[in-house]
């Protein structure tokens, strides 16, 4: 029977200088970590991925989001208040109805990746 909940870790203390300098060379400042921390943070509720899920597959309003996600629309307007700020979301008005829409390919692909990480980790 496997431990899964075992965490392996080495018997023997050895730095690899040399690994360690090229990663340090390469590795992002601290600044743009932290930033890409807050950024994943964004994703650490169900609504706001509801709400990104529906985007990825059409241009919404806010009344057909509270209707998809089973809110009211004063909570999905707070939820795309926090996802703008964050830059994962875009709106356009027409007339009275605000349209929301994913901000670019880039977060489409991320929740694209995310839900296939999933997805394959259940089959397994």
């Given at each position: 029977m496997k431990d899964e909940g075992k965490i392996e870790v080495c018997k023997t203390t050895f730095v690899?200088?040399?690994?360690?300098?090229k990663i340090k060379e390469k590795l992002v400042k601290d600044e743009v970590l932290i930033e890409l921390a807050e950024f994943f943070k964004i994703f650490g509720d169900s609504t706001r991925i509801k709400i990104l899920c529906a985007l990825l597959l059409e241009e919404l309003c806010v009344c057909d989001l509270a209707a998809i996600v089973g809110?009211?629309?004063s909570a999905v307007s707070h939820q795309l208040r926090i996802l703008r700020q964050a830059k994962l979301v875009k709106f356009r008005k027409e007339g009275k109805t605000v349209f929301y829409s994913l901000d670019d390919e880039h977060i489409a692909k991320i929740v694209d990746t995310g839900l296939a990480h999933i997805q394959e980790r259940k089959k397994t």
């Open positions: 690899h200088e040399d690994k360690i300098r809110a009211s629309q």
